[in-house]
């Protein structure tokens, strides 16, 4: 098994908060969690329900937005990792980060289409 690195206030880490990747910096350490000061946005969290994932007819399709620029929350020590990198612009990782998104939700639009010409071409073929 794994060691789990020693975090101190101040280091920073790459933190999984739900559905979202955040650059930020250890707070405080509030066993058994630690709080993260959010400084960046690796991933945009997804949207909808969580539980029901790409079914957009439930209940409540939630709009889920990014953790704000020096939000504070609490995450798992497992849901971390320390950061090396530079720290990006916080605006400018939202934005790089919501347009990934999008460009991901694009191609899978335009997969799912053609999966459903060929399969509606398929059903054709099928019933001869």
């Not at 933190?15 to 400084?39: F, N, Q």
């Not at 934005?95 to 010409?117: C, D, P, R, Y």
């Amino acid at each position: 098994m794994e060691q789990q690195p020693e975090y101190e206030v101040g280091h920073l880490v790459q933190a999984k908060v739900r559905t979202g990747i955040y650059i930020g910096e250890v707070y405080e350490l509030y066993s058994p969690r630690i709080v993260v000061k959010i400084l960046a946005v690796i991933k945009h969290p997804d949207q909808g329900d969580l539980h029901n994932p790409n079914d957009p007819n439930v209940a409540m399709f939630h709009e889920r937005r990014a953790l704000s620029y020096t939000e504070k929350t609490t995450v798992l020590p497992r849901d971390i990792q320390l950061y090396n990198g530079t720290v990006p612009d916080y605006k400018q990782s939202l934005l790089i980060a919501v347009e990934q998104q999008l460009h991901q939700l694009h191609k899978l639009n335009q997969f799912t289409g053609k999966s459903i010409e060929i399969l509606n071409e398929l059903v054709q073929d099928y019933n001869k």
